[in-house]
Nanobody, 123 residues
Framework: QVQLVESGGGSVQAGGSLRLSCAAS????????MAWFRQAPGKEREGVAG??????RLTYVDSVEGRFTISQDKTMLYLQMNSLKLEDTAMYYC??????????????????WGQGTRVTVSS
């Protein structure tokens, strides 16, 4: 039914920028609530950026605050990543749910997941 496809990953030097995209399909009635997650080698998946249902305020994990920006346009989700650091290296995943959540960075809140797009930051 619902499918999420990420794109825009690649290799970049520290200090550089990338813009990730996620295309959602299969939503016939409502705009999906979506967020970005990432998983570095040997680590747990963590919430990176999300959108609160009250006022649409953007929320981020502390490590990317001020460097990443999440945005959504209907079924398209974006993550602008600036001033990239080595520790940003990870597989980045798009996640979606049918309604809003007050915990947009919590993995268990989401039902649908994309295959991921790899981001590699080097010095």
């Amino acid at each position: 039914q619902v499918q999420l496809v990420e794109s825009g990953g690649g290799s970049v030097q520290a200090g550089g920028s990338l813009r990730l995209s996620c295309a959602a399909s299969g939503y016939s009635r409502a705009t999906p609530y979506m967020a970005w997650f990432r998983q570095a080698p040997g680590k747990e998946r963590e919430g990176v950026a999300g959108i609160l249902p009250i006022g649409g305020r953007l929320t981020y994990v502390d490590s990317v605050e001020g460097r990443f920006t999440i945005s959504q346009d209907k079924t398209m989700l974006y993550l602008q990543m600036n001033s990239l650091k080595l520790e940003d290296t990870a597989m980045y995943y798009c996640a979606a749910r049918d309604g809003g959540t007050l915990r947009p960075l919590l993995e268990s809140e989401y039902t649908y997941w994309g295959q991921g797009t790899r981001v590699t930051v080097s010095s």
